[in-house]
């Protein structure tokens, strides 16, 4: 069972320069007490499941649900931004996500920490949070 996160899309202008060879500018917010804390993962880390659903002023968007999304860990302040790792960009944008106003909802079930350890999250039960 996995993480299920509820958050509205972010824009930012460009994502960390650290991560900016894998991510793009656009992500989802998760506190780090669900994540990064538990997991003890750090910027950088690859996490990795599937798009539940993806709404726009509560329309749900067709063409996503079901469809692998990867992300890349960069942690603020007790929060966790999960870009959009570039290898989902192209389904998001060819769909319009690249803007504000959009509700992302996925399930995340794995985490690739940068040394290549793969670990699976929540393998127990499902853990609903709000980004």
Not at 35 to 62: Q, T, W
């Amino acid at each position: 069972m996995p993480l299920l996160v509820s958050s509205p899309i972010y824009i930012s202008d460009a994502p960390p320069s650290s991560i900016a060879d894998e991510a793009r500018y656009v992500f989802i917010t998760v506190p780090s007490r669900w994540l990064s804390k538990p997991y003890e993962l750090s910027d950088g880390d690859i996490i990795s499941g599937e798009i539940v659903e993806v709404r726009y002023k509560g329309e749900e968007l067709e063409g996503l649900s079901g469809a692998p999304a990867s992300f890349v860990l960069w942690t603020v302040a007790r929060v966790d931004h999960l870009y959009i790792h570039k290898s989902t960009w192209p389904l998001l944008r060819d769909h319009g996500v690249v803007y504000e106003g959009h509700v992302m909802v996925v399930r995340l079930d794995r985490a690739i920490r940068t040394s290549g350890e793969e670990v699976q999250l929540y393998p127990k039960r499902e853990i609903k949070v709000k980004g």
